[in-house]
């Protein structure tokens, strides 16, 4: 059997953790910061996990994580 390809634009923007889920980057982090607050713009840079809803999808397009 051939190795299965991963979605390259999903393995740019997701990584797996050690449990089976996914860590995501923040949307609405990259331009028009000045309207946002301080505090908004702090709690955009960290990361957030993937929905339980989405995983299943995404180990679909990442079958090697």
Do not use: E, Q, W
């Not at 980057?25 to 607050?37: D, P, V, W």
Request: proline share 5%; charged share 35%; hydrophobic share 30%.
């Amino acid at each position: 059997m051939p190795k299965i390809k991963s979605n390259r634009a999903a393995a740019k923007r997701f990584s797996s953790t050690k449990n089976g889920g996914f860590k995501r980057s923040k949307a609405f982090a990259r331009h028009l910061k000045t309207c946002k607050s301080s505090k908004r713009r702090r709690n955009l840079r960290s990361t957030g996990m993937l929905a339980p809803a989405d995983v299943d999808r995404v180990k679909k397009m990442l079958p090697y994580s």
